[in-house]
């Protein structure tokens, strides 16, 4: 019986330290985030807010402030911002992984394919 007790109770401390490194990701601050286009990279302020999964964006670039709204998940993220044009709306979803004070992924851009990005905290 003790045996079982034992085995139970590192389960549920692996579990724990489990549940803990994955609550460790915080990438609330700001950061400079840089996509490669085909004209070269363009680089952008971005400030995240994050409070437990949800994640709320704004992003500086020479068209002005916008704003979006995401999710943390461990070590992904993701986040979609829509931006007004002179042709309309124009949706983007950059989706990524985060390793401590860098991240990288894709951004899908509306009909245009997808891009690569990677982000620096400040």
């Not at 004209?39 to 409070?51: H, L, P, S, V, W």
């Not at 999710?71 to 986040?79: A, D, L, R, S």
């Not at 911002?81 to 991240?103: A, L, N, V």
Request: proline share 2%; charged share 25%; glycine share 12%.
């Amino acid at each position: 019986m003790s045996k079982n007790y034992s085995i139970l109770s590192i389960c549920i401390l692996f579990l724990l330290a489990i549940s803990l490194n994955a609550q460790e990701v915080n990438v609330t601050g700001d950061w400079e985030i840089k996509v490669t286009t085909p004209r070269g990279e363009r680089t952008q302020d971005i400030n995240f807010k994050q409070e437990g999964e949800k994640l709320t964006v704004t992003m500086q670039s020479r068209g002005g402030e916008v704003t979006g709204e995401g999710t943390v998940k461990g070590n992904e993220i993701e986040w979609t911002i829509t931006r007004s044009t002179p042709r309309g709306e124009f949706t983007m979803t950059y989706t990524g992984k985060i390793e401590g004070d860098m991240m990288s992924g894709e951004v899908q851009m509306g009909d245009f394919g997808s891009r690569e990005w990677k982000a620096k905290k400040k």
